[in-house]
């Protein structure tokens, strides 16, 4: 009788309390920032939403989430192809094609500004997680969510004279293409895109099978190595270059 008593007692003092609460942090919305938001029990991305007031300016198409728990699988890629690059480099240097080292140096450059963001671009709208609740992830505890303003420009990236932002215009990749010179290393059949919303695909672009191509604003546009160079290193190079974009926040 008496175990049954303290056992009865030690569940209601389990009961009373409270549940640790979930922190999170704001990015994009001024009433928001440097603050950090608390929700108890298990809260998922609905529940965070739902507790904040989101303007109408926020650019839907190109939110995302950032959490400590990606930011070393990011690192990864990241390594993996500052690896590949410098054996790439060194494959230049045992033919004496220094003019293509120097390219791929310069490819190299590009891949070390990249930051590791931790981010991954989804969806951060009530209707859309309600409509579709494979988004609706558990919250974790020091998650950072980004509403960017809807942006003005496209990055082009990759095997390129330089990186560069460009203004947005509509129309097809073609178009941003034309603003750009390929360097020596590029595959000038097709592009990778990364759409505004983390999508991932391939444009033809050659003259015999281009097609139109639409480009949402805040796409990244990612001009790969040819895939001659590639193969002899990683054949999922360019890939993992795209992956590695789709990682960044969308710019205004």
Known sequence: MIAKRYLVTALFAMLSIPAAATQFSVQGIPQYTNKRIEISGQPRLLDAVS?????ATVYSPGTSLCRTALRARHQAIKQSLLRDILRMR????????????HLVNRLGE????????GCR????????IT????????LQDGDLMHFPARPESVVIAGAVDRERLTAYAGGSVAHYLSAIKRTDLANTDIVWVVQADGSIDTAPVAYWNRDFHPVTPGAIIIVPVKDSIAAE????FNRYLAELYATQKVLP
């Open 51 to 55: 507790a904040l007031a989101v303007p």
């Open 110 to 117: 590009q891949l070390e500004r990249l930051p590791v963001s």
């Open 233 to 236: 290193i990683n054949p999922e």
């Open 90 to 101: 060194e494959r230049m240097s045992a033919f004496g094609n220094y003019r293509m080292r």
């Open 131 to 138: 409509a579709h609740p494979i988004w609706n992830l558990p």
């Open 121 to 128: 671009r989804m969806p951060l709208d009530y209707d859309v």
